[in-house]
């Protein structure tokens, strides 16, 4: 069985930001058990990463609107005869409780931009090597203490980042559903239409095809060339299926 491949992409600048911060607590998910030096800057790079991001733009207000925007549209959809009006409450219900926590919550990424350790490795990241344990005596001691403890001081930064990652998490659900897959058809590799307001497309295609997508669009136009993964001798078919969702 054909193994197939997602590809997502942003069509502004909003979604652009929203999938970064996706992509980024998912790693920081993923590397919460810090046990030597290679977890623990794998943790810490994605850490900074995250805090760069969140000082980009008005961040807390776009999800706030969109939230808001999202629960407009199960207001109309309330209207549509035969609708499942208990799943429609549900998540209506969930979109108010994402709000109100955030609204609540203190300025994103307030706790880990304020812990000593992490201001200390975060200014060492950009130094090739900069995070040795002659440069960073502070982390060499942190990474001896008990793994409990280094344990209970991860949680605590994660449940800061709450929040935003429950009420994105919902917002990137929602969007995702809104937009069912349809087989269309590229010749010569390159394939465009309309976006019709989108803001992001999600792409399916078989690993078996041996191509990848270059996008370029935004949101009222887009555009898809596929290349081969091996550019010297790697084929372009004539024509080709794939899946692709406006959403």
């Excluded at 990241?125 to 991860?154: K, N």
């Excluded at 010749?187 to 999600?202: I, M, S, T, V, W």
């Excluded at 095809?209 to 290349?227: C, E, N, T, W």
Aim: charged share 25%; aromatic share 8%.
């Amino acid at each position: 069985m054909s193994t197939t491949i997602l590809f997502e992409y942003p069509l502004n600048e909003k979604m652009r930001t929203w999938l970064r911060i996706e992509f980024l607590l998912q790693q920081l998910d993923q590397c919460q058990t810090i046990t030597d030096h290679l977890s623990a800057l794998t943790f810490f790079r994605n850490a900074a990463e995250l805090l760069d991001v969140f000082e980009r733009g008005e961040l807390r207000t776009e999800i706030l609107k969109e939230l808001e925007k999202q629960q407009q549209k199960l207001r109309s959809w309330a209207e549509v005869p035969g609708v499942d009006m208990e799943r429609v409450n549900v998540l209506n219900d969930n979109l108010k409780a994402r709000a109100a926590v955030l609204i609540a919550a203190p300025r994103m990424g307030q706790l880990l931009r304020e812990d000593r350790l992490i201001g200390l490795v975060r200014q060492r990241l950009s130094i090739p090597g900069g995070c040795c344990s002659f440069d960073l005596p502070t982390l060499h001691t942190w990474l001896h203490i008990g793994q409990s403890q280094r344990d209970e001081q991860v949680a605590l930064w994660m449940s800061s980042l709450a929040p935003i990652r429950h009420a994105l998490t919902l917002l990137l659900d929602l969007i995702r559903q809104s937009g069912n897959f349809r087989t269309q058809t590229s010749l010569n590799g390159f394939f465009q239409d309309n976006a019709d307001g989108a803001e992001l497309l999600r792409l399916m295609l078989s690993l078996d095809d041996a191509l990848y997508p270059q996008v370029s669009g935004h949101k009222s136009r887009f555009a898809i060339r596929f290349m081969p993964l091996d550019s010297e001798r790697g084929e372009i078919p004539a024509r080709l299926d794939f899946e692709l969702a406006c959403c």
